[in-house]
């Protein structure tokens, strides 16, 4: 490979895609997005973090004539959550969405979805941006087909699998927990994403510009 291209290389994503073919179709229009994160390529590439997504393709369900309950009823009930904020008209983010007229047919006119359900950056590389950058690029090679992005703010500190990540030195980290929940949404909104009102949901609207890494705070080191 051209070394001119490896010396541009700022961060390194290796995707895991899985998309088994499942037996309940419902379950066959959702993907499951693993990206081990690393700053460089190549020889000089250091594993800082990992990004875990979920991609809803929504359009393919209602066009096979199946129910988006179903669909959202599959593997976790984080999804079962999400189908209560879109799409009940009580939910957080459908009335955000009505509110501020970001889809005039909603919930009937509906791109596909991508959620990002985690980001773990390693202490020592805390503080540069990175998972925002990981965030970002992630949205750039799933979000083509979909208008929205959307993250639940959760601290890992707090997080019930906290215990699971002894590495991540998460003592270090805020120990109040709404002080944490408001600094990870200011955290957030540097790359773009909106606060929905009475949750801890945040949106991002790709019909929007896209930050730059300058204008996240990116750091290259």
Known sequence: MNSDFLNEVLMYIEFNISDAL???DSANFITT???K???GYDETKRHVGDIEATYIDIESAINNGCPLFQVFD???QELCDYYKALFLPTGAIYK???????DFDWPESFDNLLLINRVRIYPHFRGKQYGLAAILR???KFGPACQFAI???????FAPEAQ???TMKLEQLAANEKQATMKLKDHYAKMGFESIPDSNLMLFNRLYKQPSLEEIGFIDE
Do not use: S
């Open 151 to 157: 993250l639940e703010v959760k601290p890992l500190q």
């Open 96 to 102: 955000y969405i009505v509110n501020n007229e970001l």
């Open 74 to 76: 599959q593997l976790t």
């Open 138 to 140: 992630t949205i750039q």
């Open 37 to 39: 994160i690393f700053m």
């Open 164 to 166: 699971d990540y002894p």
């Open 33 to 35: 997005i693993y990206g």
């Open 22 to 24: 499942l037996a309940e």
